[in-house]
């Protein structure tokens, strides 16, 4: 497996040794990953190589999963997923699940949690409804419509505003550019960057290495439920033999 020097400062979000199940199925074997704060990490692979199914044991969804997880220096591994949310640990699965007959505003507001703090002192990234609404400019002409009129893109964009409204630390974003317009795949870049830049954190499950590489700083490439990279970006995109042995289709 390839290595990269690594940021400076303690991960936000450190997982060591995950092991997952479905059942009887050995789905993930080890897995270890960082992530710190203002970066975007991609995890890369093809269907099926346990992307999602990492996105979900650290967020506690999966109840057949060991491993040592820490998030702001507490200890995930044995908490309920409300309990990981309440931390500060923001989930977008790729199903979106909203709440269909509730209007885009009131969906919004159904993820609201108090202002955070961070460890440090420094105000978190408290999200107001019009701080959101400006960062997905198509929901705030839309807020007053039922949410399942909208189109999958849209029901995309709310499930992140969404748990924006929740003022994450790091956000877990399952499959952002999947099945979606291009305009809409345009739009959560310019989003996932623009968190970025505010000093958020993303980790995000991704098969799309154009998109990825937009937004992306590191890279751990799995198959088969283990890592088999890890690089930085820039570094993935030379390496033609891991793309074709991991990546191609």
């Known amino acids: 497996m390839s ?3 690594e940021p400076q400062g303690a991960p936000l979000l450190a997982v060591d040794g995950l092991n997952a199940w479905y059942g ?3 789905i993930l074997h080890d897995i270890g990953l960082e992530v710190r704060r203002g970066e975007v990490v991609a995890l890369m692979g093809r269907n099926g190589a346990g992307k999602s ?3 979900k044991s650290i967020m506690g969804l999966l109840p057949s999963r060991v491993g040592r997880l820490q998030f702001m220096g507490h200890a995930i ?3 309920q997923p409300y309990q990981i949310a309440r931390l500060g640990l923001g989930y977008v699965p790729e199903d979106r699940r909203v709440f269909t007959e509730l209007t885009v505003r009131e969906n919004l507001m159904t993820g609201r949690q108090a202002e955070r703090v ?3 002192g420094g105000a978190g990234l ?3 409804l019009d701080a959101v609404l400006e960062l997905f400019p198509n929901l705030a002409d839309m807020q007053h419509r039922q949410a399942g009129t909208l189109s999958g893109g849209e029901q995309q964009m709310l499930t992140v505003a969404r748990t924006l409204m929740g003022n994450p630390f790091v ?3 399952d499959e952002p550019s999947e099945g979606v317009a291009p305009l809409i795949i345009e739009q959560m870049a310019e989003m996932i960057l623009a968190l970025k830049a505010r000093g958020a954190s993303v980790l995000l499950s991704e098969q799309n290495i154009h998109f990825a590489a937009w937004v992306s700083d ?4 799995l198959e088969k439920g283990q890592i088999r990279h890890t690089s930085t970006m820039a570094a993935l995109q030379d390496n033609v033999q891991i793309r074709q042995a991991y990546l191609a289709l």
């Not at 590191?218 to 490439?221: C, D, E, F, G, W």
């Open 3 to 5: 290595t990269v020097t």
């Open 24 to 26: 009887a199925a050995h």
């Open 53 to 55: 199914t990492t996105l």
């Open 77 to 79: 591994d044995r908490l």
């Open 118 to 120: 961070w460890p440090d």
């Open 126 to 128: 408290n999200w107001s």
């Open 171 to 173: 956000l877990l974003l």
């Open 218 to 221: 590191r890279a751990y490439v």
